[in-house]
């Protein structure tokens, strides 16, 4: 058997990265602008009531749209509160984030092996190739998700399958149990220091320890499995997709300059000829 690579940071040098991988980033990027839009809205809200008094209730002191009762806190209340918050948010973001690196461990890995010969038509892989992909396929859950990776493609995460053992669990408490704790959670997560019942929060310092760990994940296996060929599989599967919702140019001598424009798709020379002929039946 080849010898595994250890894990390493992905590449400082750039790769020609999939469109999987590319939307991977954009949404994984968009968790940035969520939590920062929060952080904008908290430090508004420290603003407006900088000079209020302790026991005035924040929305008057704010001025909402939305009555009283929907956050009944002093501006002294909801200041004592505000970390709790602002904690039980980033474990939500921290649940968005395993759903999209979940995503692209699927998409990337049915690639990789449609890649490997077992492709029967667009996104459609072979009874061979579904047993090969289906751990990845038809899981949801991160942690094994990467352990069969590993032993797929012959890299190993190393310290970052340790943290996301521990992320998916968190993960878990956030879908689960909507970010309380329980006997269960507190199992499973021995150096949760609350009680049963109490909101589950993480740090910032966790949050992007995580948020960067899959990104790193993600990175890291696109620049391996990333491939002219495999590429070029994946832009004709995107062609595929386009036509079938009717989105496709209505002549065939624009479709290459579309592809580019559109996704900066690129296709091996060798097989614009049949997919041409196979998306405008000719």
């Not at 949760?192 to 992007?208: H, M, P, R, V, Y």
């Amino acid at each position: 058997m080849a010898k595994k690579d250890t894990w390493s940071k992905p590449p400082k040098k750039s790769w020609m990265s999939t469109l999987a991988f590319q939307r991977f980033r954009q949404k994984h990027g968009n968790l940035s602008r969520i939590y920062w839009s929060w952080q904008l809205g908290l430090n508004a809200v420290r603003n407006l009531t900088a000079n209020a008094q302790s026991s005035d209730f924040v929305v008057d002191v704010v001025g909402t749209d939305f009555k009283r009762g929907m956050i009944p806190d002093t501006c002294q209340e909801f200041e004592d509160r505000e970390d709790a918050r602002t904690g039980v948010f980033r474990l939500y973001l921290l649940l968005i984030c395993s759903a999209n690196l979940e995503a692209y461990l699927q998409d990337s890995i049915r690639l990789f092996v449609a890649n490997s010969g077992h492709a029967t038509g667009p996104f459609k892989l072979d009874a061979v190739g579904e047993a090969i992909a289906r751990p990845v396929l038809n899981s949801s859950t991160v942690p094994s998700m990467l352990k069969y990776i590993q032993d797929l493609t012959d890299i190993t995460f190393g310290e970052h399958l340790t943290r996301w053992q521990k992320a998916y669990k968190l993960r878990c408490s956030a879908a689960h149990n909507g970010g309380f704790a329980d006997e269960k959670t507190k199992k499973n997560i021995p150096d949760l220091k609350i009680d049963a019942g109490e909101a589950i929060t993480i740090s910032w310092n966790q949050l992007i320890t995580y948020l960067s760990s899959a990104d790193e994940i993600a990175a890291f296996i696109d620049s391996k499995i990333s491939t002219p060929k495999l590429r070029s599989l994946e832009c004709e599967w995107e062609l595929h997709r386009l036509k079938a919702d009717g989105k496709l140019p209505a002549n065939k001598q624009d479709l290459w300059m579309f592809a580019h424009s559109e996704f900066s798709g690129h296709v091996l020379r060798k097989e614009k000829l049949r997919i041409e002929r196979e998306l405008y039946n000719s």
